[in-house]
Every structure is written in C-alpha cells, then in structure tokens.
C-alpha cells in the first residue's frame, strides 16, 4: 500500500524477465508494477511517488467509467457497452445496454438516473392499472435507493420502490407494486393482507421466490450508489 495525497493506493509487483520498469493502472483500479529481479521496495516506491500524478489520473478516470459491465434490467442479463461522446444517452437493446457519456460523469450515476426514469414509468402505468379496480388512493410515489427493502408505504400514502427492481422481471416488479398497494387497504402482512394480494396477484408466492433467490444480484449491482 502506498499513500499519494492523503489516499491509499493499493499496488502489487511482479518480477519478470525484462530490462526496463513499467507501471500499469488495471481496470481493476489496481497499480502493478513489472519489474526485472532484484529491484528494491525502496526503489518502487520512490518511481511510485514520482509518478503519482499520472497513476491518480488513470485510477480516476477508471472511476469514472465505472465498473458496470454487465447488469440484470427487467429479468435479462445485458451488456453494458460505454462508449464515449458528447452527450449522455443510454438506448437498451436486446442484450447490450449503450451508454454514451461525455466523460466528465460518473457512469453509474448516469444508468442509476435512467433505471429511476424507467422503473417510474413501469410502475406509474401499474398503479394506473389497479387503482381504480382496487378502489385506492395514494398520495406520492417516489423511487429511492433503498439499502434493504423492494417497496414501503407509508400511513400517509406515499409509496416508495427500490430503484434496484429495475433488474427484475416485469411481473415480479407488478407483484411488489400490487404488494405496497394492497398495504394501503391493509398496513400489516395479515391474512387479510395476502388474500388481498392473492386476488390481484394470484402467482405472488412465485415472484416473492425469484426475490429471495435474486434480490442479492440486484442488492450488489449499484452497491456503489
Ligand atoms: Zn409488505
């Protein structure tokens, strides 16, 4: 470990079969250094030192490029392909996510903003289709990072979805929406409750299953959000 700036860098030697010392950034965000035998520690880190500047920059600009490689969104496992320009656009296709950014913003932050724009939409035109026919009445529906939970509602109607159900099927994001809903008629997860949901939802147990067996892919996706 090595500190540059008040921050740690961590990096890793390999000794080859070469003349010349070369310092790489990996993707990984890790600095290793390639060197031939019987180069001292002592000597590594003073190159280190002295090449500080450039080894921060390139382990910024990985930051800002982001780890995401590749994402489950709406139940698929996509591609994430960047690409640099002037604009912010993201367009999905069938396996590959496009993400064109003008450099200077942070990739996941940028996907996290689509997958709220998009998450929002699916789930507004869901509330629109039950609402009526459940005879509800809701008051705000906002998308958030939660840390833990899919959805809540509150006492006083205002609804809130995990932005990370983005990575779930669509009928598994219309059981958890049908869930906070019915949670407007019932707030607890009494029998009542789940006849309730059972009624709007009648496959609910199956969905709650994918849940439980994927919710920790769609917990780990954005963890850096
Ligand atoms: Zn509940």
Redo the contacts with the bound molecule.
């Keep these: 470990m090595l500190s540059i700036n008040n921050k740690d860098i961590s990096f890793t030697v390999r000794v080859m079969k070469r003349k010349t010392i070369a310092i790489m950034v990996l993707s990984t965000g890790i600095v290793e250094v390639r060197c031939p035998k019987g180069v001292s520690n002592k000597y590594i880190e003073e190159l280190l030192k002295k090449k500080s500047q450039w080894i921060l920059k390139n382990i910024e600009d990985i930051n800002r490029g982001g780890k995401l490689e590749e994402v489950l969104f709406l139940g698929k496992y996509k591609k994430i392909h960047k690409i640099e320009g002037k604009e912010n656009l993201i367009s999905v296709e069938n396996s590959i996510i496009n993400i064109q950014y003008n450099g200077k913003i942070n990739i996941e932050e940028l996907f996290t903003n689509y997958s709220k724009e998009k998450l929002r939409h699916i789930v507004v035109e869901i509330i629109n289709n039950y609402k009526d026919i459940m005879g509800i009445n809701f008051n705000k529906v906002a998308m958030k990072n939660i840390k833990t939970r899919w959805?809540?509602?509150s006492s006083k109607g205002n609804l809130n979805f995990n932005v990370k159900l983005i990575g779930a099927p669509l009928d598994v994001i219309e059981y958890v929406v049908i869930?906070?809903l019915?949670?407007l008629i019932h707030m607890?997860?009494s029998k009542e409750?789940w006849r309730e949901v059972s009624k709007y939802c009648p496959g609910h147990k199956e969905k709650s299953h994918w849940l439980k067996v994927n919710g920790h892919i769609l917990m780990n996706m954005f963890s850096n959000i």
Excluded: K
């Design positions: 959805g809540s509602c869930h906070e019915c949670h607890n997860h409750f």
